[in-house]
Structure formats: C-alpha cells, structure tokens
C-alpha cells in the first residue's frame, strides 16, 4: 500500500460544507455565505472570491520561535520531494472543495521543496504544476495569485530586489521568473509582490534611494517578462512597514503609491491589503482599503486579524463584524476588488492541532466576511448613511463651493467670502450616530 491509499482522504471527519442558514446548530455548515445568493445583482461568490492560502493552512505547522510545530500534517509523508509535494496537493483541493470555494494563492516553495539550486528548483516546480493543472480541473478550483517566496532562505538575509550584492538580485530574479512561468502556466489571475526583506534592518548600512531604484527597475523586468509572456493579469504590491526587516520599503498603501507613481508602474500595479499590515502602521484596515480606492488600485485583500495587545503579525483568522461591516462598506462602494478577492493569510494558533481546527477557521472567517457583506448591503441600501456623508459636503455642491473645487478663486477670494466670520455655524460631525447606525444593521 502507497502513502497516497493508507491516508487518503485526509479530512475525513468532515464532508462537503454546506449553507444551512442562521438557524443551522452544525458547526460544520455556512450560516450566512451562500455563495449563488444574489447581492446587488452579483453572487456573493463574486462579491467575495475567497482564496485559501497554501502555506499557513498546508506548509504551517505551528512552531514559532519558541519551539517546534505541534500539528500534525499527515501530507507530509513521502519518500521524495515530488511524493511529498503530492500529497500536499491533494490535501490542498480536497479541503478547497469541501470548503466550496474557487481559489488558492501560493509562495512558489508552498507547493514544492526547493532541493539543491534554483535549477533543480526550476525542474520540481515544472513537476509540480503538471499535477496541479490535473486538480485544477478536476476540482474546478483556480489561482488567485501566484507568487515567489524572496524572504525565507539565508541568501535572501540582506534582501532579494534591494539586496546590496547583483548576484542575489540576479538569484532572485531567476526565482520571479520561475513563479511567473508557474502562475502563468496555472491561469493565476494575479500576481503578488510581498518585500518581506526589501527594506532595512540599519540605516547605517543602507544606500535607500540606490535601493529603492532597484526595487522599482526588479518590478519593471518583472512585468515585461510577465506581459511578453501572455500575463493578462493584475500585479498586486502588498503594503506591510516592518517585520521581518526594521524598516519595509512597501510601508503603508500610501507610501506604496507614491512609488509606483515615482517609477512608472501605477497601469499595471494594484495594492493587495492585509488587516494585521494596516495595523502594524498605525491604520486601521478601513483607512488602507480607503486610500487604494480612491487611487482606484483596490486590487485584492488578505484577510486576517491582529490582537489588540501584541504587537506584531498575529494572522488570526477574522470574526469581528464591526470592522469587516466597515471594511465591505469601502469594499462595495469601490464597486468590488480589482481582479482579485479575499485571501485568507491566517494561520491556527499554535495549540489548535485537530484537522477539522482548519474548517472551524475557514468557515468562521468566510461567515464573518458573507454577513459582513449582507449588513453592508442593508446600510448602504435602506440607512441614511451614504447620504449623511455625502451632506456633509453639500456647501462644494453649488455656489462659491463648487467654484472652490473647480480651481475659480484665489485666496483673496476666500477672505472676502468669509467677511468678518460671524456666519459660521457650528456643525456636528456625529460621529456617535454613526458609529450606532453600522451597530443597529448589524
Ligand atoms: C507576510 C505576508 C505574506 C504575503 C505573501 O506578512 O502577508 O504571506 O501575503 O508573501
Ligand atoms: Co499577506
């Protein structure tokens, strides 16, 4: 008997997850994603397009540096790297389908171990994305994006695109176009760039500007290969300020957009958004998802939460409806992501070791997000809070307001509209009421 017969299935505990409604007491059903329900016209499975993330659900098992990782992952058997990187696979697909969802995103060392050099590394992955075209059919299940993981091997200590030695440029750009051969061979829908240690642990040793030019002419060759390629898809730059470096170049969305502008790369770049990055600059999720939509690059997020208490990247998986209601608000009225979807970049704690953990985490988090939308939806439909907002603009709407925004005076102008100021009136910002109405919709 092969490892493949003696442990498959590997979920065997759990069947296929199904709406059952809020009444349902199965902990192993939906309550409110009901992925074919029409909101606003469009299935909640395309309000949302959930992805499951291949390293921390598969490739994580626990450790942290205090100590070695205590889940088991049965797929982890197997003589050889391909064997192994096998049984990965199917336990990937056999939890995204019972899960029902559409999508996955991977680091290219997620889906096979690198071996010797990026040669053989070059060959494995060729390997393994044969095996994942054949799942990929069979389970009806696609990438939402792809990428290359610049961050975990020694090589990479002094960064990947930023490293202050060629020759790691070089190894990592081997590595891009690698991933990019591999997304592409797979449809992924996008790609994603994360600079884990594009960045800097001292200034000290540090040529910023140098660095930062490198960034950006590493993301242009990126994109060339990939468009020569027949990549139609959507780049996406993950925001994050620090962590594993003192210091990322990608810091917050903001800082994010002033770069693509500054090198030429905003027609094919969008900002993927992670709550617990938000976080760790001083934002809320809502600000970050806030700012890529008003520079219309809203491309795609990755769910997760961060603890209030911690400081650093916790990845929890979400529950609070308070914030995702927000969060989906911003989402709706951007009128969706920008090629791609929700990401579930959230990881079990430590001392959760059952294999059905994993669906508790999905499931939750994929109920949050439905109801999350559903009360979006309501606000923004039946409450006065789109119009609430939009008033406490309206004085721009006409008049001296309106010749203000279209550029019509001069700062004379403004002193003599306003004469002595005795006409100001004091207007309330309501924050209170606001902050009610999101609680009674939800
Ligand atoms: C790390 C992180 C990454 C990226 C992909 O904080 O979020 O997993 O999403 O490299
Ligand atoms: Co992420």
Redesign the pocket.
């Known amino acids: 008997m092969n490892t493949l017969e003696k442990t498959q299935p590997y979920f065997k505990n759990v069947g296929k997850i199904k709406f059952e409604g809020p009444d349902s007491d199965n902990p192993f059903a939906y309550r409110y994603y009901n992925g074919q329900q029409l909101v606003r016209g469009k299935t909640m499975e395309d309000h949302l397009r959930f992805a499951v993330?291949y390293?921390?659900s598969f490739c994580g098992d626990g450790s942290d540096p205090f100590g070695w990782g205590p889940r088991p992952m049965p797929w982890n058997e197997g003589n050889t790297a391909e064997e192994r990187a096998k049984n990965k696979m199917d336990a990937a697909f056999e939890f995204i389908s019972k899960l029902g969802l559409t999508y996955y995103?991977f680091?290219d060392v997620d889906i096979i171990d690198e071996g010797e050099n990026i040669l053989e590394f070059g060959k494995r992955l060729e390997f393994i994305s044969d095996y994942a075209l054949e799942k990929q059919a069979e389970h009806k299940v696609k990438v939402l994006w792809g990428?290359a993981?610049l961050?975990s091997h020694p090589r990479y200590m002094n960064g990947a695109a930023t490293n202050p030695d060629f020759n790691v440029v070089a190894h990592a750009g081997a590595q891009v176009r690698n991933a990019l051969d591999t997304t592409i061979k797979l449809s992924g829908e996008n790609y994603?760039?994360?600079g884990?240690r594009e960045g800097y642990m001292s200034l000290l040793n540090t040529d910023m500007k140098r660095e930062k030019e490198h960034l950006a002419r590493f993301l242009h060759m990126a994109k060339d290969y990939a468009r020569n390629n027949g990549f139609e898809g959507t780049f996406f730059i993950?925001p994050?300020p620090a962590?594993p470096t003192k210091h990322q170049y990608d810091y917050d969305a903001s800082t994010v957009l002033g770069f693509l502008r500054e090198f030429n790369l905003l027609d094919d770049f969008k900002l993927?958004i992670?709550v617990?990055?938000a976080t760790l600059a001083l934002h809320t999720f809502e600000h970050e998802l806030q700012v890529s939509a008003d520079a219309n690059a809203l491309g795609s997020i990755?769910a997760?939460r961060g603890d209030y208490q911690n400081g650093w990247?916790t990845?929890q998986f979400p529950v609070d409806l308070y914030e995702l209601t927000q969060a989906m608000l911003i989402i709706l009225n951007a009128g969706g992501f920008q090629g791609g979807g929700i990401?579930f970049?959230a990881k079990l704690r430590r001392n959760s070791t059952d294999l059905e953990d994993l669906f508790h985490a999905h499931i939750g988090g994929i109920d949050a997000f439905a109801r999350a939308l559903l009360i979006a939806d309501k606000i923004a439909t039946d409450s006065d809070y789109y119009p609430l907002l939009k008033s406490r603009y309206s004085t721009f709407d006409e008049g001296k307001g309106a010749d203000f925004e279209n550029g019509k005076l001069s700062l004379e102008d403004l002193a003599e509209i306003t004469g002595d100021g005795s006409h100001l009136q004091q207007i309330s910002g309501r924050q209170e009421y606001l902050e009610n109405l999101i609680n009674r919709y939800i």
Do not use: L, M
Request: glycine letters at 4%; a negative charge; proline letters at 0%.
């Open positions: 993330s390293w921390h995103c680091h990428t993981n961050f994603v760039f994360w884990g993950e994050k962590e993927n992670e617990n990055h990755d997760n990247d990845d990401n970049d």
